[in-house]
């Protein structure tokens, strides 16, 4: 056992850390330097497409490599990238795409300059996706599917150009067959994107109501009816990536310097134990999830597959963000209230108030908590 | 030991629950928060002529000579109905204080106005350096000559859109810190040197952070002993507490109920979501919190009514176990509704964020958990 990096590896965090001071766009620049950043994280060779094989244009990082990468970024704060066309559609297109399709569609996601939304989920398939009823027929001349069926909670549909998207072709046999993984433009007649509010008053997903939408039988992904096996391993990318670890440790690290600035008695709310505690608290469970990250890390580094720990990255990572946010909420008091434009009170309160409630979806999305115990208990605890 | 309401009471409570059923679903209540002030005068007069503002008052005062037992009772009913009338401000804050400690004139002027529904009050009391500690005050009232000129910012005042008269603590002796030296004036809502910045607060609500500049009061408007204010905030705040927590276990019992009966009827896997035992526990688990809560809220507020010596430290306990109770139906009712949980078009969200704002409101769990351990 050897928790050390090798003498490599340091070498390469060195000049990952070197390459952020060099290259990150510098406070106010931060949205107009975008797109230089992502120019010579490009240039770099491929690291702005960290997880992408090197026969697509990406770096080869090694696991331990990525995961340092990924550490680095997470820890500079560097610009985000919206997941849905460069870590959820492009693996699938990589591994059951056309020829034509990658090199129609891989360079416009791996660019930003088009956006994808994920179009799985409808009113009556969440948890229990399979069940989904978007029906695509084939037209009589072969060319197209015509797609009738209703969409909803797709995160960012009003910014797509584009969705990738499930539909039942057929109803016969158990209901995972039958599912096809169609590509289609959002501004085909017949797509409808109507915003929902959330809880935080956002407007970031919506229902996308589909008539007679024609789609060209070349933006079928892989075979018709093989959609749920292609989804599958893309909803597995989903998840780990879901488990922001590092995110949580600068989010921690933030609430405990929010609660720093809030003053009771006579010192912070720090020095309250019954807070304190709480953080203390997230700070050993993190710990160990970091550190599980860890031998995730390690199995696969050794070649072998992640093993059954990482399972728990996803649901054990984003239960520990929403007490976090829990965090901040506590230390607004009782300016956790107000909601207009003004921000009385300290200044993270507004963002704490935001982050609860829109956190409560973390373990919502991506496989709700209690399924992804199904999913252990039945795969990994063989119960 | 008889724990059953009254006759009376009952049909007190039915005469809330019918007003709710007929004038509060999900749409009116978005009409009132988006309104001017943010609730209803009509509702409010309403109020006034169904008895329900004089309720906590003694029969000498002009009110029906009800409790804390029936203030409960009603705010139970409003935590159901997300009522948005500043009926805390009003009538628990800034009534029952002047109804204990009130002059005749004082009493006369302004209790018998908030009995009839022409004067609306508010307590301003909070203040950003104070987190929940309510003897931390800093806005001043010093004297010059004859009167005492209030200077100061006061936090999250609820309803100070609306006041007619706000009631704010003020320190005129001792250090930022002390329980003595407080003093407690009733001012105009609009007297000179006033100024406020109003805003919706994110359960649906109004409030304003108050500035006082040189605000001229005479003595005459000190409700209670100067210098001796401090028992009489904590007092207003003990039975805000009891209320809101009353109206914390209305909200928790809408979102119990609602949740079994959404997992009813949604299905996924070929059943309802009720079918699932990690679900039939977790909702099991949610009846428990609001059962537990109900109990508490009762114990503590009877002990109110009786004057006991345990009131307090059963109203600390109270604080405590709604806090942590509101917490786990709240974001249980929003897990168990999946992405429906997540949307503004559903009550659930809105109990949530009530709930939430309920535990930020007289200090949190943790402030009274660590009061209650040291009583
Ligand atoms: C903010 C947000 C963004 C999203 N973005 C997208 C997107 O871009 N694209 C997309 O396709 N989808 C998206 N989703 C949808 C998301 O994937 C679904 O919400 C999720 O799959 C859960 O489905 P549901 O909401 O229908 O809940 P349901 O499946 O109805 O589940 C409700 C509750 O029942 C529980 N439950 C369900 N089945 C079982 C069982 N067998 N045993 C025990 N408990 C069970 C669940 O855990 C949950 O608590 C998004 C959702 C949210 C909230």
Redesign the pocket.
Known sequence: MDTEFSQEDLEFQKEVQDFIEENLPKGGDMWSGRSNWFQALKEKGGWDVPKWPVEFGGPGFTPTQRYIFDLEMANHNTPMVLP?GISMLAPILMNYGSKEQQERFLPGIRDHSVNW?????E?G?????ASLTTKAVLSEDAKDYIVNGQ???????QMAQWMFCLTRTSSDGPKQEGITFLLFKMDTPGVEVKPIV?LGGSQ??NDVYLTDVKVPVENRVGEEGKGWTYAKGLLTHERTGLAGIMNSVLALESAKENARSVKVADGTLMDVPAFKNKVGELEVELMALEFTELRTLASVSAGGSPGQESSILKLKGTEIQQRISQLNLEASGIFAAPWGRVNPGPRFSRGAMNGYL?GR?N????????????VISKNVLEL | MDLSLSEEQTLFQNSVQKFIADNYDLSTRRTLCASDEGFSRENWKQFAELGWLAIPFSEEDGGFGGSPADTMILMEEFGKGLVVEPYLATVVMVGTALARAGTPEQKAEILGGIIEGNILATFAYAEEQAHHELHNVVTSAGKDGDVYLINGTKSIVLNAQSADKILVSTRTNGNDRDTDGITLFLVDGDAEGISRQDYPTVDGLRASEVTFKDVRVSPENILGEPDHGYEMVEKISDHAILALSAEAVGAMEVLYTDTIAY?KQ?E??G?P?SD????KHRMTEMFMEHSLSKSLCMKATMLECQGSDEAKRAIHALKVLIGKSSRFVSQNAV????????TEELAIAHYFKRLAIIDSQFGNVDHHLTKFVDI
């Open positions: 849905f939304c994920q179009g799985y989920s009113p398939a969440g948890s229990d996706l969409k909803t909670w797709t995160t960012l549909a959330t970031t997903v829109s979806a373990t919502i999305y991506g496989g709700a908590s209690e399924v992804q115990k199904d | 997992t949604r996924q896997f059943h979501l699932f035992q990690v679900l897990q168990l509704h999946g992405g429906m949980g997540m």
